[in-house]
């Protein structure tokens, strides 16, 4: 079975976490990832503390097992979901979009284990000297909001200047990845698209079926001129976001016309009007599983890959 200094640190069964997708991580998913032996995240997105707490009840309620919560840090209730995190003194918490510099002294204080989402290696060493258990190095391939650097070039860059564990995220999909990242540096990887197909993933029906039929180039990245890149599906709202982004509509405008549209995506599956957020790996998804299962699958895939590596070296 493989293992890594994240298992030990965490007490999870495998190296591997379910990415924490605003609107589709909810505590049902995350329960049974954590039941799967990996670690199963809320994805707080822009809900605020109330809707936190709900869910992570669901997650307690499900699993006895480690679990955390994702805290997008661009939310309007990021501070309070922040101290919603503390009160309820969720094993581990993970950030994206921002800096969480100004949160971990409460975090840490209340046992909390902190595990930022880094895209740059300044951004690595800062989490390090701010006190960070272990950092997230997720390139552009993921879905949602990106940056600008590939899993393949980020990750060993990472690993270089920090000490600490370092988990791959972005374009990781089966065991193939996992190995593949586990040679450039990474102790672990997040996986979130696979997870859409997930038995216990509770989006849309239009939503599953959109990654299921996905090909190889059906993603897109949008959002640049905002300074918050974000890569979907390609869909009718999409191309009119593109559009939108090279004209001459105001910033405002434009911020506005995306709120709200992952929701309608997700809970209601507006093919038309919602925002369907997968990684590149979106067309390697093929079928619906058991979260458990796909834990299980990627591991094994991945053990005999790694030991026939020497088969490589003369």
Request: hydrophobic share 45%; with cysteine.
């Amino acid at each position: 079975m493989i293992q890594s200094v994240i298992c030990q640190q965490l007490g999870i069964q495998y190296p591997l976490f379910q990415g924490g997708m605003a609107w589709v991580a909810d505590g049902q998913l995350a329960a049974a990832v954590s039941n799967g032996g990996g670690l199963g995240l809320i994805g707080a997105g822009n809900a605020p503390a109330d809707y936190v707490r709900e869910q992570i009840g669901v997650v307690r309620s499900l699993t006895d097992k480690p679990f955390g919560v994702n805290i997008m840090l661009l939310s309007p209730f990021a501070d309070e979901v922040a101290q919603a995190a503390a009160d309820e003194k969720v094993p581990v918490i993970t950030t994206g979009a921002g800096n969480p510099s100004k949160y971990m002294e409460q975090w840490k204080n209340a046992g909390c284990q902190v595990i930022p989402v880094v895209a740059s290696t300044a951004m690595a060493k800062l989490m390090q000297r701010v006190g960070a258990d272990a950092v997230i190095a997720e390139g552009c391939e993921s879905g949602g909001h990106v940056g600008e650097l590939t899993t393949m070039c980020l990750v060993p860059q990472i690993a270089d200047v920090t000490d600490l564990p370092v988990i791959a995220a972005g374009g990781i999909v089966d065991g193939r990845g996992v190995a593949a990242v586990l040679m450039l540096g990474a102790c672990a990887v997040q996986v979130g698209t696979r997870f859409l197909t997930a038995t216990e993933c509770n989006i849309h029906r239009n939503y599953k079926d959109k990654v299921l039929k996905a090909g190889d180039r059906a993603t897109v990245v949008t959002g640049h001129r905002l300074g918050h890149p974000v890569r979907s599906l390609k869909t009718p709202f999409a191309r009119k976001y593109t559009a939108a982004e090279y004209s001459q509509m105001s910033n405002e405008e434009l911020d506005e016309l995306g709120t709200g549209v992952l929701r309608l995506a997700v809970q209601e599956g507006d093919i038309e009007n919602g925002c369907f957020l997968a990684g590149q790996v979106a067309a390697m998804v093929n079928r619906e599983q058991p979260a458990a299962e796909i834990i299980r699958e990627m591991m094994e895939e991945a053990e005999p890959i790694l030991k026939g590596a020497p088969k490589w070296v003369v």
